[in-house]
């Protein structure tokens, strides 16, 4: 099968890398020449963000599929029409790619997310401070939002369409990864907890499972198997959820592809991420999720300070340590905050597991030539 | 690094798609337009035994290693002089190539492997019936080899430079794959055992770790590192070995390379064989083999009476199966025997991992459209 990528980022890298199990053939569309796709599909420069050339890329596929969500919704459609099978289906990517039609989404469901309000303009704010504010259209990894804290803050509001939201008060920040297939059939992952390096606003550590208690998870199954009922869409999807002091759990947002927070699934898990899309993709039997022991993830990005050729200190002395996996992206260039890839490690124990993790990231350093 | 693999076919593409974990480019040389490597790497078609086709492909590379041993070995001698690095080093293909240095390498270290006689015809045969005969260079996959147990069979004798060999009388084929860097590092992978179906002469199944007493796992481990010891080359070499119904542990054959006995560590031990290579030919830390379950393997060959496009009846069903995991290599066309891919399965105990198997191979079919 001909199946084309919106995106030939590191997370289509590591589908293809996966799904090399099988015999099809990957296309992928990237504005970037040295994209980390570029070398493992047949590749096409361009920007998936331009009807025209996401019609061109897409017109002779059997599927097509993102790996990022900022792609032409309309493209997409018009694919759709022409009898291209999209997964998952363009209106979901919509919904969610407009942070206000994602909030109204959840609002429809009863998925509990943060109070919100739809504002234009500063002069219609009617929410407490703190809160948070997020652009309708165009954030990712943390770019387009920002948290309004004090009246001063109030100044760099920015002056157009957006959702601003109460701030929560997190104890800790969760995500469960969710599949459904065209048959209907559905899946989820084991809920993992991340840490983020709060000057970066990157996912950082990653653990799997989630140190929990019953009821949390209990919350976090019931908005688990809400999307899947209304969701309306094959696909894969991670729901990114704050859990509160209070113990509630929210759901802060959602992508519809691929996610960092899941790429302890690789070694973590009977099956990863990157196989549970692929039989999305396939509408094949959904793959089983257990845990094969305790796992992390620790990113590795780009050091402050440090622009040109990557070069990475104490790779092998990591290499050392057990059950430990260096996932690198192919990336030449790094720049500060840059994600060039990625180490999993597992342990017996929660304790193990952080100590390794610790350690990793002590050794480990992600600076140029 | 630049690495350069000889042959492109399903050892050299599950290599590539493991190594898509760090941040290397590919090139292989293979004579057929279509091998599995063709899509994922930078492809040359050529014979890797044609001396100058060999010499050009490999002259701008950082490294060159194999995926099948039959390579033009004088064409590695002169790239190495053209300090080219190349892994496992010539000499031991060469050895390996030929039956005959192969089994005067295992007289000289003592190492054990069955009974034998040189010989260039018939008619200098001075061994007892049923015997093996090997011929001296090009044998692959069972071909160059034929049993003799016959008077009658003689007449069937291949009349040149060849390895007789006493006939072992089998209990199990064993097979153990073992590693060592250039540092001098070395690791052994658990032992695995093998079925193979007879009228193929082809792998069948493959289960891990082997059912064998402590006596047996010790001379094993004494042919292992003794190998290690006198093999003067890092490299990943997959030992295949006779046990026989008196107890004794004889070695049948080294190969210098990943081996189809080891596909299982793909999901049944910490690291698998193609990660160990990788390691093996970087000189990095050599991976932990541990097994995190009981594995096994079934080899997806095609059915005979059919050739053509191929059709995989059963994928869907296999798929349902618990901590299973499909393998294809990515080739179009089934031929009667083809090694087309294979299916690894996990377990609890050795008793559901062979229901396991059986089930699968009940299930699946190799077939054309």
């Not at 989630?210 to 009821?215: F, G, I, P, R, T």
């Not at 992206?329 to 597991?353: C, F, V, W």
Request: charged residues 25%.
């Amino acid at each position: 099968m001909k199946i084309g990528i919106l995106g030939g980022g590191q997370l289509g890298r590591m589908f293809i890398q996966n799904a090399l199990k099988y015999d099809d053939e990957f296309y992928t569309l990237d504005p970037s020449i040295d994209a980390p796709c570029h070398n493992i599909s047949h590749f096409v420069q361009g920007d998936f963000n331009d009807y025209d050339t996401l019609v061109a890329f897409g017109r002779d596929k059997d599927l097509l599929t993102i790996e990022i969500e900022h792609v032409n919704v309309q493209a997409l459609e018009t694919l759709e029409n022409m009898g291209v099978k999209v997964i998952p289906c363009p209106m979901i990517i919509k919904t969610i790619q407009q942070k206000i039609l994602q909030k109204k989404f959840y609002q429809e469901h009863h998925i509990p997310s943060p109070h919100f309000q739809i504002v234009a303009s500063r002069a219609e704010l009617n929410l407490a401070l703190p809160f948070v504010q997020k652009i309708n259209m165009g954030g990712y990894d943390g770019k387009g939002v920002q948290i309004i804290r004090t009246e001063k803050d109030l100044e760099k509001f920015w002056e157009e369409p957006s959702v601003v939201e109460s701030l929560v008060d997190i104890e800790k920040e969760l995500s469960v990864i969710v599949a459904r297939n065209e048959s209907g059939e559905t899946m989820t992952f084991p809920v993992t907890e991340m840490i983020a390096d709060p000057e970066l606003n990157l996912l950082d550590f990653n653990i799997c499972p989630a140190s929990v208690d019953k009821e949390v998870l209990s919350q976090i199954d019931a908005i688990a198997q809400k999307f899947l009922e209304v969701v309306d869409s094959p696909g894969l999807f991670a729901i990114e959820l704050f859990l509160d002091k209070k113990g509630k759990v929210w759901v802060n947002e959602i992508a519809p592809r691929l996610h960092n927070s899941g790429h302890q699934s690789q070694e973590g898990n009977a099956n990863s991420q990157f196989e549970q899309m692929y039989r999305v993709l396939k509408n094949m039997p959904l793959a089983d999720t257990d845990i094969t022991a305790y796992s992390g993830m620790v990113n590795l990005v780009g050091a402050a300070g440090f622009t040109g050729k990557v070069k990475y200190n104490g790779l092998q002395q990591v290499l050392k340590l057990p059950k430990t996996y260096i996932h690198l992206y192919g990336k030449q260039q790094t720049t500060p905050g840059r994600k060039m890839g990625h180490i999993n490690t597992l342990a017996d124990s929660r304790e193990e597991l952080v100590e390794k993790l610790k350690k990793i990231k002590e050794i480990i350093e992600v600076r140029a030539e």
